[in-house]
């Protein structure tokens, strides 16, 4: 099945020239789509309103998650922005790259990279997040700081990642403030993503992928893009094979 769907997905990506090749910037094109989007999310620019709507209640067990369904629909809205370069010589090559502060992300991400056969890299903190440091109820806790400024870049202890050997990207992430913690900054902003499809997904309490990956295509500024979208924190390797299968 990965000889079939990566093909396509590259064949989709070099459709989407039209969106992830023009000559502009990653970041009207994320502009661009975000207009066209009709998510709720709010964005993190206020930390505050961000706490009182979305991550108070992501941990409330009551609160209705986000399902497949509204992942499958993210997909379908394709491609969000890129710089549109052809994609290099790196076959049908896969790689899901995560970060995940306590388990739930790097779970999916291991579902997959089974499903796929991609590999898997994990994006380790230099400084590892602590039980304090996530705790979003504290306005001066480590996270809490880190959110409330877009500027800041958290070290990445050994990001040894060669992309260059990937035609597509998985990236993934927990949704903290209703974006991607920044430390994804740090790694977009690192990398070189021309070519390449770009396959961003998150897990989170209930909150949806959001502007997200929009965000972390301006900072990458190179790539296609795809929307991706939410996964639940227990999929299923047949349901993460649907929703690849949804993106073609
Ligand atoms: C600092 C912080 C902020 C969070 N903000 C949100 C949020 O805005 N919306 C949401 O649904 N969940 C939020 N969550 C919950 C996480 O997204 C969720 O638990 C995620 O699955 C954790 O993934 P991980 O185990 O891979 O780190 C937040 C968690 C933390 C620690």
Redesign the pocket.
């Known amino acids: 099945m990965k000889k079939l769907i990566l093909p396509i997905l590259a064949a989709l990506c070099m459709i989407g020239l039209t969106a992830c090749g023009t000559a502009e910037s990653a970041g009207s094109s994320a502009a661009e789509h975000s207009a066209a989007q009709t998510e709720t999310v709010q964005e993190?620019d206020s930390l505050a309103e961000?706490?009182q709507s979305?991550?108070v209640?992501?941990?409330q067990p009551e609160?209705a998650p986000e399902s497949v369904p509204q992942t499958n629909a993210d997909a379908q809205t394709a491609e969000v922005s890129a710089a549109g370069e052809a994609p290099a010589d790196t076959g049908n090559a896969a790689v899901v790259v995560?970060?995940?502060?306590?388990?739930?992300?790097?779970?999916?991400a291991e579902r997959i990279a089974a499903v796929t056969g991609a590999d898997i890299f994990e994006i380790v903190p230099a400084e590892p997040?602590t039980d304090a440091d996530?705790?979003?109820h504290d306005n001066n806790?480590r996270?809490?700081i880190e959110?409330n400024d877009p500027n800041v870049r958290p070290a990445i202890a050994d990001d040894t990642v060669r992309l260059e050997d990937y035609a597509t990207v998985y990236l993934?992430?927990?949704?903290?403030?209703?974006?991607a913690?920044r430390i994804m900054s740090t790694f977009a902003e690192a990398h070189d993503f021309s070519g390449k499809t770009v396959i961003p997904f998150?897990?989170?309490?209930?909150?949806p992928i959001g502007q997200s990956g929009n965000h972390l295509a301006a900072l990458a500024g190179s790539g296609c893009w795809l929307a991706g979208g939410r996964l639940e924190?227990g999929i299923s390797e047949s349901e993460i094979q649907d929703w690849i299968s949804s993106m073609n």
């Open positions: 993190t961000a706490g979305e991550s209640d992501t941990e609160a995560y970060f995940s502060a306590t388990g739930t992300t790097k779970g999916v997040y996530l705790d979003w806790s996270t809490t959110m993934g992430y927990p949704i903290w403030w209703g974006d913690p998150c897990t989170s309490g209930s909150s924190a």
